[in-house]
């Protein structure tokens, strides 16, 4: 079992950067590939980015490539999403999740409650 508490949210001009954080309990953390998703008003939740359990490998939504990178700590159990060069288009609720698989397999079978991020235009 997995549990995964986001934070780092909140509002920020266009431009701008965030850095999300990911805290995970569990025996488990590091043997599990870990994702970011968001969820737009309106829209289905999306691949954000995934990163594998050693954190060697990684995958980005083609909208977020050379913005934003994730990272994660695995003997602090944490990830992280540096977000930079915002657009208003990645106003979003983002999740992070983690699963068993790969960076580009990773099937989510855990979620976090979310943590908003607006970008203001």
């Known amino acids: 079992q997995v549990q995964l508490v986001e934070s780092g949210g909140g509002l920020v001009q266009a431009g701008g950067s965030l850095r999300l954080s990911c805290a995970a309990s569990?025996?488990?953390?590091?043997?599990?590939?870990m994702g970011w998703f968001r969820q737009a008003p309106g829209k289905k939740r999306a691949f954000v980015a995934t990163?594998?359990?050693?954190?060697?490998?990684?995958e980005y939504a083609d909208s977020v490539k050379g913005r934003f990178t994730i990272s994660r700590d695995n003997h602090m159990k944490m990830v992280y999403l540096q977000m930079n060069n915002l657009k208003p288009e990645d106003t979003a609720v983002y999740y992070c999740?983690?699963?068993?698989?790969?960076?580009?397999?990773?099937?989510?079978?855990?979620w976090g409650q979310g943590t908003q991020v607006t970008v203001s235009s």
């Open positions: 999740t983690a699963g068993p698989g790969s960076a580009r397999t990773l099937e989510p079978n855990y």
């Open positions: 569990g025996r488990t953390f590091s043997s599990y590939a």
């Open positions: 990163i594998n359990w050693s954190g060697g490998s990684t």
